[in-house]
């Protein structure tokens, strides 16, 4: 199977399709082949729109097909583990976009589907892929920063569509679940570990979704971490690594391009450090070839997804409560 070449098949017609098309249209070991729609006329017209072989007029028309090894499931946050689960049971693959569940007993049961019957899932936090971030976590690990004291992060943007799928609380909505996973999975993943106690703060919008999030995680070893969240704050993203012996800044953390810069900073010296990088979504799809193909284990595995739906779950514990929460190790 190792020189097999992968058929996806995309999960709807979501906008995020466009950031996967590209990577699977120049992969080796990946191509696009199907997508599916509620309607058939929505799906031939998307087909015909990005030259798909395929479209299917349902979910489970797609699920049906037995060409198709991989599903990419973009579906709003509340159908993630239902459609997942459902696609392993089809006997596909999943690559599901972040957040992968809602809850930890929703990771729990993908996990035990994806046990079941043998498939790789993943969580599509593209960011972890990119060579700006191997590159982080090799500067902190080789000592450079010294000892990790405080991981500092930001992802917030304006959200004026009405009626957007992410301004229903019902649906998995609110800037935690959409932008706030992010510098809390990068902090998790800079320490190495889960937090042992998160604290949180939320503004509500006339929805009752967060509109805006502030949490602080506190680790093993007195390593703190802070981030901010929000829909009704101008673009504003970048995480801080910050040692005993030095500081990295990280401008464009979560959506790095090509040829981008991160700054060492120790004593009075600032290092600018240029990473060639890549195409940023083509990593999470070579990624799950890895995986399929070559039986490796995904760089997001299901355990890391789990722990970081804990620690949101437990921040929007925390906000309600108005008090801090520890979390269960």
């Known amino acids: 199977m190792i020189h097999k070449k992968l058929n996806w098949g995309l999960l709807s017609t979501a906008r995020i399709n466009r950031a996967l098309i590209p990577p699977l249209q120049v992969s080796k070991r990946n191509q696009l082949l199907a997508v599916a729609s509620r309607s058939q006329e929505t799906a031939d017209l998307y087909a015909k729109e990005k030259k798909i072989a395929r479209a299917y007029g349902s979910y489970e028309a797609l699920l049906a097909d037995p060409d198709i090894d991989v599903i990419y499931n973009p579906l709003p946050?509340?159908?993630?583990a239902e459609w997942t689960i459902k696609a392993v049971e089809?006997?596909?693959?999943v690559l599901c976009e972040k957040p992968l569940a809602l809850s930890v007993d929703e990771v729990?049961?993908?996990?035990?589907?994806?046990?079941?019957?043998?498939?790789?899932?993943?969580?599509?936090f593209m960011y972890r892929h990119h060579p700006q971030t191997l590159?982080?976590?090799?500067?902190?690990?080789?000592?450079?920063?010294?000892t990790l004291k405080l991981i500092r992060g930001s992802f917030s943007f304006v959200l004026s569509r009405e009626g957007d799928v992410r301004l229903n609380p019902e649906w998995g909505g609110g800037s935690l679940w959409d932008v706030g996973c992010y510098p809390i999975s990068y902090a998790r993943t800079v320490v190495g570990e889960s937090p042992l106690e998160v604290f949180g703060w939320q503004v509500t919008g006339p929805t009752g979704i967060d509109e805006t999030f502030v949490g602080q995680m506190r680790f093993g070893g007195d390593v703190l971490a802070q981030f901010d969240s929000s829909f009704v704050i101008p673009f504003h993203a970048f995480m801080e690594i910050v040692g005993s012996e030095g500081t990295l800044n990280i401008p464009r953390p979560f959506k790095p391009g090509v040829?981008?810069?991160?700054?060492?900073?120790?004593?009075?010296?600032?290092?600018?450090?240029?990473i060639k990088g890549q195409e940023l979504y083509l990593g999470e799809v070579e990624d799950m070839a890895d995986a399929i193909l070559?039986?490796?284990?995904?760089?997001?595995?299901?355990?890391?997804?789990?722990?970081?739906?804990t620690a949101i779950c437990a921040f929007l514990e925390s906000a309600r409560a108005g008090k801090p929460i520890q979390l269960e190790h």
């Open 135 to 146: 590159k982080a976590l090799e500067i902190v690990k080789n000592g450079s920063l010294g």
């Open 294 to 309: 070559l039986g490796r284990e995904p760089r997001v595995t299901l355990d890391d997804s789990r722990a970081n739906v």
């Open 90 to 93: 089809a006997g596909k693959h």
């Open 108 to 124: 729990d049961a993908i996990k035990a589907a994806a046990h079941q019957h043998g498939r790789v899932v993943a969580e599509a």
């Open 77 to 80: 946050n509340h159908l993630h």
């Open 259 to 274: 040829n981008e810069k991160i700054y060492l900073t120790r004593g009075d010296a600032i290092e600018a450090i240029t």
